[in-house]
């Protein structure tokens, strides 16, 4: 196990301690669900049990708790919030259990990824159009929705060809996920963190 | 070109414009702000300024009536003291005569004293320290207040301007104690700390907290008091309330120095 690996595993962790005065918020769920269904693909992994299952529930936990962290940023209409939410969990259900039950389904989360880059760009939208005056630097939102954008944009491509490079070039997706994705994972979750530390306690 | 190398370039191109969302965010961010902040100072420039026209139209209404007052009025109820002056020596000593003397007396001073609060003679030719002794002893004659004053002429001057609305304000601070405080006694001390000079204001009266005074600022009426919130924002004065004991209500004009 190297170290970036094993800081993968843990940097849910950031979100977690950093975002603690905002616990049992969404983003805190989420980052639980990140450290929880990491390690337990670890864990699975080690004992040489089927694991990449894991990674299709935390796909799917991920886009519920992602949309509903946007949902009162950028959705002004519910009906349309319900109507993307529920297609976009449908088809990555239905898609996993067609195409790729037991391995990670790469092509679904990609069309996620891709929503989660629309989600924020409509949250940096939002941002430029508020009345009152908002220092970016001391916006908690601007913050996380920087890291999903970053985090959404960096996978997009990388999940997009993941079938492809899995069957191609496997040693390839072995090295970029090993360093890129795991360093964009570290980078997204410690960013979240600071975003949430920044949050106002109502 | 394999595909590998396309998507390590696809994911670098996506990156890059990722960031470059993101600084453009950022940077158009900036430039609403500064615009906003812009707007912001014109608007408060554009108030002040509206601000300062009502407050000098005010006073000209002021000088207006305090001239018409010393001019007419006065100079009719003089007349009048004349009259009854002769014929009270064509008549002899009459009851009713010296009756009506005493009350046109008492009727001139209180118009000289209603025009000088309303356009103190002595601002501009003796500068704001002596006026407030000479305001003291007006209240003093009548208004059933005693004042005292320590003022000496040899702190440093304001600008007239500021010396008019400081003038005005603690006018209008006595007015409010001879009305609501109950108070009787009044000692105004002014001293420099610093960079800023400082009116004291005690009375043995009941005095508002800042909390009430910012609360009367909001309601309906309390036109004295928004008065007074105005020319101290004219001349970028604070005040502050203090309760030294039951019996000592201070309130403090803090007045940045200016250059006369």
Redesign the interface.
Known sequence: MTFIYLLALLSPLFVILLGFKQRFTLLWWYAIAGLIIDNLGHFLKSAKIEHHWAGNIFLLAECILVSFYYRKIIFRNQIIFWIVVLSTTLFFITHTIYYSMRDMNMQAASLLYLIY?GFG?AG?YK??HQPE????GKSSF?IIN?AF??YA??N???YL?GT??RK??FE?LVSIWGS?FMTINILHYFVIGIGLSKTKTK | MS??SL?II??TV??L???S??GF??L??RR??RH??ELKTLNEQKQLALLEASLQSEEEERRRIASELHDDVGASLSSIRLFLHKADEQSGSSAIIQQSKDLIDDTIKKVRDISHKLQPATLQMLGLYSSLHALAEIYNRADGIKMSVQADNSLTRLAPNTELHIYRIIQELINNIIKHSGGKKVSLAVFQSGDKMQFSLVHDGTGIAKEDYNVFLTKKGAIGLKNIENRLKFIHAAIEFEKRNPTEFNTTIIVPLHEK
């Open positions: 880059m760009i940096f941002l430029l005056i908002i220092y970016l601007f920087a954008f970053i944009s960096a997009f491509l990388l060809f492809y490079l191609n070039d390839f890129f | 595909l590998t998507i696809g994911i996506i990156l414009l990722a960031f969302v993101i965010v950022v158009y961010q609403v702000i906003q902040l």
